[in-house]
């Protein structure tokens, strides 16, 4: 087996043998059921679409990733287990790539038990499936990006809490970066290509794009980009912090 | 010393590479929104891939042209559903853009109220709606102009003054399957150098007679607005020239074979023709029997042709059609419904044709009706259509009751068939004169399909089924539609005079999906509220009849006094009443408490079923693991 399938599968058994992974499931599905009927009105809209459903997953991760992500490296360097994990036969890398896929397929997990609502709308009426695949999808890499932003900012501190709240911080402005009030507010001060190039670093633009049901390979891009990016970085801040 | 200057370097190294990565990272993704890569529609109606036709006319522009989409962005904050239909919209005048070759250029403009860009979104016609947030009014057209060759939108070629303009003047949502269709109708007629040729062949006085100062029929001038039309004289018809975008034929009548050979020749290479045939032309001013002795029954016919199409028509068959009958004024003052002279509405018009899709209602007067010949390969698509309560009723019979039209309706027994008044007919049509094998250029069959789009009345173009005269303040006749005959014409026109490209662009499915479960609960409610009150109208109108009976012992007594009897009446009829009124309130109850129920169910099995499997299935793995380490423990 890979190095990084290995730290991939030991990450992901750590996750299911403490309640931690159950109570992140079980409020990752009714916050995701409660926001998709109450604040996104699915039933008496009356629409045969998930548009309720995947709008709010921005939000959703907000709150859910950065929780996921802070243990990260935050508890292995507080634990002390950093050291022992850097003395086994594998690069920086490869354990950073493997803590990600491992919390990045969980969130896939996540994303899987949400299907009854997908079967309810397709009970209700006859929704564009294909649409349907292409929200997860982008949902299922905002999520990622958002991982690898709280994986390399759990390497920058040893606060699981700090980690957290810088997490929440980075993917909240990635948010509100592509918000047409936001966007409204720099009109006026920026000029309209620095504002279009911001509107182009939106997250939230990327996902809607790809939610539609056209999978554009610039809105891939982005986000592979982003994944590759903060990963990088993490790699980097780890060697930063073992140079003395 | 050394070696601390090596760490230094080290860690500076590393800040260079995550300022660099930064750096990196923001130029991939600025520069990657520039790049034209692939892309994958997984839409079940490809709603995001242009169809061939658009691709062929996007690619195939002669002239650079510019596109400006004014778009009220800050008055429809509170207007998602015009932001979604926005989105689309942009979305594929990007996808044109994009596939160009840098002939179009697209702008989106905001057009705030009290600025210069809305002058120019009304300066272009562009239609504003009403009820933008705090009131504004909101703008969404399009407008499309030509540009000088090689001219550039952005630098500086603004001042010279464009060519040509075309609007779409509201992207109106009830019309999203379309969307495609307008808008590469636009890009068309904007590449266009000059109005499209169309040819006619009358033996009706559709282009009125100067001679004696008749005026031609407002159909006809409508049509010369936008095209230029030829009259081609079917005695010396021997072929139809190419730069010919559409034939209109109208009320053909002893057309020479030459005629009718041209035109056979004319469909199978590609041209696009329609038909006017009339079983009773009211407007056909022959005599009856003229001085020869030749009688005339005012119908008309293609037969040779179309047999030769696959087509069933009849000239001797009127449809009736009492359920969509227009009153009209007879001789004698009065008035009566007169079941040949039709109102068609929107539900005999076919709603995914582009040609039929937004008119509201079609008059006609004595009708015929298409059908298709057994075994032929071509397809009939209805663009107007009777309702089921129609009749066909021999020709004859509709001439003879001209003053009496109720006569019609003696012995009257519905058919139960939607028959087929206009239609598209699509095949491989093959020539209707095989034995003319030997002429030059002649062609025995068309390549793939061909279309043609046939009419089975001509009174329809007259301006007395859809034109009304109003005498205007300065005494100028001011002409108003009281039905779209006229744009029904205009519509087949374009569409006809369109590239072949324009015409394979058919209407998209709309992406509005509503939940059908919820509507067929809502439907099986109406009607159980319905019969419900269906019941209570039925008791109501037996309490009166008890009631009206009871009256004279009323009348005999004093007038202010009732019987015992319709006291009783009265208050049986009161309290059933109220039973009643509780029956269709638990009617309407019981079919909210169900939709609200099955929402109940969804909302349980969505936010509570699963997360309860998946806590049941923690704890249960859970146990097991503690279970194990016990065991091993001991």
């Not at chain 1, 990260?72 to 994990?85: I, S």
């Not at chain 2, 068309?446 to 046939?454: K, R």
Request: aromatic share 8%; hydrophobic share 45%; net charge neutral.
């Amino acid at each position: 087996m890979s190095p990084i399938a290995a730290v991939t599968r030991r990450e992901l058994r750590s996750y299911f043998v403490t309640p931690v992974a159950y109570v992140f499931l079980v409020i990752f599905l009714v916050l995701s059921g409660i926001l998709t009927f109450y604040a996104g009105d699915f039933y008496d809209r009356n629409q045969a679409d998930l548009q309720p459903f995947f709008v709010m997953h921005p939000w959703l991760y907000l709150v859910l990733v950065p929780a996921v992500s802070m243990r990260m490296w935050a508890e292995e360097a507080k634990g002390g287990t950093l050291e022992l994990l850097m003395s086994l036969p594998l690069t920086l890398a490869q354990a950073m790539l493997g803590k990600f896929l491992a919390a990045w397929i969980f969130i896939g997990l996540a994303l899987v038990l949400t299907f009854p609502i997908w079967i309810t709308v397709n009970y209700l009426g006859s929704p564009d499936n294909g649409v349907i695949v292409a929200g997860y999808l982008g949902s299922w890499l905002m999520a990622g990006a958002f991982l690898a932003i709280g994986a390399c900012l759990s390497a920058v501190t040893q606060s699981q809490v700090v980690a957290f709240v810088l997490t929440l911080v980075v993917c909240f402005l990635l948010i509100l970066v592509g918000q047409p009030q936001v966007m409204e507010f720099f009109q006026g001060a920026l000029p309209r290509k620095l504002v279009n190039a911001l509107a182009h670093l939106s997250m939230v633009r990327h996902f809607e794009a790809i939610s539609r049901g056209v999978l554009d390979l610039r809105d891939l891009m982005y986000f592979l980009a982003t994944m590759a990016a903060w990963l990088t970085a993490g790699v980097l801040t780890l060697d930063l912090k073992r140079t003395p | 010393m050394s070696l601390k200057r090596i760490h230094i370097t080290r860690r500076a190294v590393l800040l260079a590479a995550l300022a660099a990565l930064a750096a990196l990272f923001v130029v991939v993704v600025l520069t990657s929104s520039r790049w034209r890569m692939g892309r994958v529609d997984l839409t079940s109606d490809q709603l995001y891939t242009l169809t061939p036709g658009t691709v062929h006319i996007v690619d195939g522009l002669h002239a650079p042209l510019r596109l400006t989409l004014y778009f009220s962005s800050h008055a429809t904050r509170d207007m998602p559903q015009w932001r979604s239909y926005e989105q689309r919209v942009a979305e594929m005048l990007q996808e044109m853009v994009a596939r160009s070759h840098g002939r179009l250029r697209l702008q989106i403009v905001d057009p705030v109220p009290y600025s210069d860009d809305e002058a120019s979104a009304e300066g272009y016609g562009l239609t504003p709606i009403n009820g933008g947030t705090n009131g504004e009014r909101v703008f969404f057209g399009l407008v499309g102009n030509t540009l000088p060759a090689g001219g550039d939108a952005d630098t500086g070629d603004e001042d010279r003054l464009p060519k040509r303009v075309q609007a779409i003047p509201l992207f109106d949502p009830s019309r999203e399957t379309f969307l495609e269709y307008d808008i590469a109708k636009l890009l068309y007629e904007l590449d266009q150098p000059s109005k499209p040729h169309i040819g006619l062949i009358s033996s009706l006085p559709v282009q009125g007679n100067p001679v004696i100062g008749e005026e031609p029929w407002t159909v006809m001038r409508q049509l010369a607005q936008q095209f230029d039309v030829k009259s081609l004289d079917p005695a010396r018809l021997k072929q139809i020239d190419g730069d010919i975008k559409a034939l209109l034929v109208i009320h053909p009548k002893h057309l020479p074979v030459d005629a009718q050979y041209a035109i056979d020749q004319y469909v199978l290479n590609g041209g696009h023709l329609v038909v006017f045939v009339d079983p009773v032309a009211e407007m056909d001013n022959t005599p009856f029997v003229d001085s020869n002795g030749v009688t005339d029954d005012h119908n008309s016919n293609l037969s040779r042709l179309f047999s030769a199409w696959g087509v069933l028509y009849d000239p001797q068959k009127v449809v009736l059609d009492r359920s969509r009958a227009l009153r009209i004024e007879l001789a004698d003052n009065s008035s009566s419904n007169h079941p040949a002279m039709l109102g068609l509405g929107q539900q005999e018009l076919n709603h995914d044709d582009v040609i039929t899709a937004s008119l509201q209602r079609i008059n006609v007067s004595s009708v015929g009706y298409f059908d298709l010949a057994q075994g032929t390969l071509s397809r009939l698509t209805p663009l107007l259509q009777s309702t089921t309560d129609a009749e066909v009723v021999p020709s004859q019979r509709v001439r003879e009751s001209i003053n009496n039209p109720a006569a019609l309706l003696d012995n009257y027994k519905p058919d139960n068939i939607h028959y087929v008044i206009a239609a598209r007919v699509r095949g491989p049509f093959t020539s209707a004169f095989p034995e003319r094998s030997n002429d030059k250029g002649y062609r025995a069959r068309v390549d793939g399909n061909a279309e043609v789009i046939l009419v089975a009345d001509t009174d329809l173009l007259s301006d007395r089924l859809w034109v009304s005269y109003a005498q205007s303040l300065l005494g100028q006749p001011q002409l108003s539609a009281i039905a779209n005959n006229g744009d029904l014409v205009t519509n087949i026109a374009d569409n006809l005079s369109g590239s072949s490209a324009l015409l394979s662009i058919h209407g998209r499915v709309s992406s509005q999906r509503p939940f059908t479960r919820v509507l067929a609960l809502r439907g099986a409610a109406d009607q159980k509220f319905l019969a419900k009150m269906q019941e209570l109208q039925r008791e109501l109108t037996v309490t009166r009849t008890r009631l009206s009976e009871l009256q004279p012992a009323k009348t005999s007594g004093r007038s202010d006094s009732t019987t015992p009897e319709q006291r009783a009446e009265i208050e049986q009829f009161l309290q059933r009443q109220l039973e009643v009124n509780k029956e269709l309130r638990d009617v309407q109850h019981q079919f909210n408490a169900e939709i609200d129920a099955l929402g109940l169910r969804l909302k349980f099995i969505n936010i509570v079923l699963i997360p309860v499997l998946v806590t049941l299935f923690g704890l249960l793995y859970g146990w097991r693991r503690s279970r194990r380490s016990r065991r091993k423990r001991a």
